[in-house]
């Protein structure tokens, strides 16, 4: 058995080191068969520090899971938001208003109160929590349907938008529920109301580093001035900056960072944007590292707190508690009754619910958090197997009926919308059918 918390060896570098290198240069291979990486890195944390398998020597302590998990949906939180131009997308407002200002607080609602009935244990905060954390998609966890072009690239727009935008969105909510949980241990002027005043620090930290870099990074590139090698670098700095000055300045980090990269997208503009991925790659390889550690700390405990309660709700989590919002949002938005479906099911539950859950185990122990955290991870593996496993003959299906209707979705005239990194190296991997593995996402269909 590893050790938890001890200080990670030489040998355990090594180990993890090349776990990512191997990951590196098969990934195409093993996407083709639908196994993606955060399949590969869960198994692996759980593999490799559990069981006769288990070589690494230690496993990583709450500090450093906290610290890489905070690092890591900072980057996530500002290149999800600084990939959508806002001003870009109004075409389709409506369509996102209902799905970001309807659709998501309907389904926090209606997983809060689902967890408060069904969780053992659970005061409000606990299942607001839950609601909260399991709210958020993760597009790049169905890479097999947004780089399928027999999907019509607005309805992939429309499920990229909102991935990249609901777990900024969710993020203060979580947050009030961590605060609300951790109120009773904790001296007065931390509960949440401290918390909100954070957020709005923060959303003022974020308008601030954001759009000042933005209005630099244009300048900059405008003159020649920011040379190609370390444009991308300085907008990674300028994503951290974010995150650490609203820390630094007592405002919320998270809320700055999504902020901050809303107002570097919007200021930044044409020339900003080519600068924007070099931030989503860095989180794409350090999210590797959070799967890992989510699959160390996290599974194994979530396995022994299994019960018919929990598995209960991962499955109405996937299901009512994410369609019939969505269906509910979708109503009277005019495209058909195979597209609502088609986006009320694809809700994967990735990355920013897998970071909130390890934060969840930092600031409230695992003896307080223990039953909330499994619901969540046990929520998480069942929705990365059941839409990485679906993706693909839905994404298929639903051509089918599309192809057979004449009241599709029309085709918005919409500028190209930026994959996230990971849709893109999928978009490379050969796919069954012998199309093309040379394209990028830039050029490909799912580019818009």
């Known amino acids: 058995m590893t050790k938890e918390g001890s200080a990670i060896s030489v040998s355990d570098l090594a180990i993890v080191a090349a776990l990512v290198f191997g990951w590196g240069t098969l990934s195409a291979r093993l996407e083709h068969f639908d196994v993606t990486g955060p399949i590969t890195f869960v198994l692996a944390g759980l593999l490799l520090t559990h069981g006769p398998l288990a070589v690494l020597g230690s496993a990583p302590s709450n500090e450093m899971i906290k610290r890489l998990a905070e690092f890591t949906l900072a980057l996530v939180l500002f290149s999800d938001a600084s990939r959508v131009g806002l001003h870009e997308l109004r075409a389709d407002a409506g369509v996102y208003l209902r799905l970001l200002g309807v659709a998501l607080p309907l389904t926090i609602g209606l997983g809060t109160l689902l967890a408060f009935a069904l969780v053992s244990g659970s005061n409000i905060w606990l299942a607001l929590l839950v609601g909260a954390a399991l709210a958020p998609t993760d597009a790049a966890l169905g890479a097999g349907m947004m780089t399928n072009p027999a999907v019509p690239a607005r309805i992939r727009r429309l499920i990229n938008v909102e991935s990249g935008l609901n777990d900024g969105i969710a993020t203060p909510v979580v947050l009030v529920a961590l605060a609300g949980a951790a109120a009773g241990a904790e001296p007065a002027g931390h509960g949440p109301a401290a918390a909100v005043a954070e957020l709005v620090l923060g959303i003022l930290v974020g308008v601030a580093v954001g759009g000042a870099g933005g209005l630099l990074v244009k300048a900059a590139r405008g003159r020649g001035w920011a040379a190609e090698g370390f444009a991308g670098p300085a907008v990674l700095g300028l994503a951290a900056c974010a995150y650490a000055s609203g820390v630094a300045l007592h405002g919320n980090g998270f809320i700055a960072a999504f902020v901050g990269g809303l107002a570097f997208g919007t200021v930044g503009g044409r020339r900003g944007a080519?600068?924007?991925?070099?931030?989503?790659?860095?989180?794409?390889?350090?999210?590797?590292?959070?799967?890992?550690?989510?699959?160390?700390?996290?599974?194994?405990?979530?396995?022994?707190?299994?019960?018919?309660?929990v598995a209960l709700y991962a499955v109405l989590s996937l299901t009512v508690v994410r369609m019939v919002p969505v269906v509910v949002a979708l109503v009277g938005a005019r495209l058909g009754r195979p597209t609502i479906g088609l986006v009320a099911w694809f809700g994967p539950r990735g990355l920013a619910s897998v970071v909130f859950a390890l934060l969840a185990l930092e600031e409230l122990g695992s003896r307080a958090a223990g039953q909330a955290v499994a619901v969540i991870t046990i929520t998480v593996l069942l929705s990365v197997i059941a839409h990485g496993a679906t993706a693909d003959p839905l994404a298929t299906r639903y051509a089918r009926l599309l192809a057979g209707s004449a009241n599709g979705p029309a085709e918005a005239q919409l500028p190209s919308m930026p994959e996230r990194r990971l849709i893109r190296h999928a978009a490379n991997a050969p796919r069954r059918g012998g199309e093309e593995p040379g394209r990028t996402g830039r050029d490909s269909p799912a580019g818009g």
Not at 282 to 307: C, E, I, N, R, Y
């Open 274 to 309: 080519p600068l924007a991925p070099f931030v989503e790659e860095t989180g794409a390889l350090v999210s590797l590292l959070v799967w890992l550690a989510f699959g160390a700390v996290a599974v194994a405990p979530a396995a022994k707190d299994l019960t018919w309660q």
